[in-house]
Nanobody, 126 residues
Framework: QVQLLESGGGSVQAGGSLRLACTTS????????????MAWFRQLPGKEREGVGF?????AVHYADFVKGRFTISRDTANLYLQMANLKPEDTGLYYC??????????????????WGRGTQVTVSS
């Protein structure tokens, strides 16, 4: 069974950085039989969950406009990462990683993702 677990959230001041990690079972990142696509979503207070960016199984990375130039998605054998720089108070929210069996739509749609972590809180103070 595929499981995702986020870590690395915390509280920082505006302009600071955080690196989130999503620990996965190895299968979801390295499967040669069934490629997987991994993404980061976030849910800001009082708002719907929104896609931050995703890493396709072919290695291509796509970012939402509101994080371009500030956030970077990467991976290694068993982890997906979200490096966040120049954080702003409006980035405060719960951040989730997610896995899709098939290439998701863009902009990201949560319904396209089958596997979800429980989220990690990011709080940015001004």
């Amino acid at each position: 069974q595929v499981q995702l677990l986020e870590s690395g959230g915390g509280s920082v001041q505006a302009g600071g950085s955080l690196r989130l990690a999503c620990t996965t079972s190895g299968e979801i990142l390295n499967s040669t039989l069934r490629p997987y696509h991994m993404a980061w979503f976030r849910q800001l207070p009082g708002k719907e969950r929104e896609g931050v960016g995703f890493l396709a199984s072919d290695g291509a990375v796509h970012y939402a406009d509101f994080v371009k130039g500030r956030f970077t998605i990467s991976r290694d054998t068993a982890n997906l990462y979200l490096q966040m720089a120049n954080l702003k108070p409006e980035d405060t929210g719960l951040y989730y990683c997610a896995g899709a069996l098939y290439r998701p739509r863009w902009p990201l749609v949560a319904a396209d993702f089958r596997y979800w972590g429980r989220g990690t809180q990011v709080t940015v103070s001004s």
